[in-house]
């Protein structure tokens, strides 16, 4: 009974400690307004261009984001990238 309570008592505290070895500043936070604002032009751009939204479709959205990029704004490129290309 003991080494089975020991046993579990030590996978629980390594869940726990490689969780918060895991965690990275700032993850996990609202975004700002100014990140909300950026996040909802970024899809009304690239909407404008053709693209449906990743939520409507999801295997075609990564193939069209790659087809338009060159056509979005510098913010709009570094925002979808980081989001769905890399």
Known sequence: MRKTLLAV?????????????????????????KELSLS???????????CKHPGEDQKNFPVCLEQKLEHLSAPCKGFFTRLYLK
């Not at 909802?40 to 053709?50: D, P, Q, W």
Request: some cysteine; hydrophobic content about 45%; overall charge negative.
């Open 9 to 33: 008592c030590v996978v629980m505290i390594s869940i726990v400690a490689l969780a918060d070895m895991e965690h990275k500043t700032g993850q996990g936070s609202a975004p700002t307004a």
């Open 40 to 50: 909802r032009s970024c899809f009304t751009e690239i909407e404008v261009l053709g």
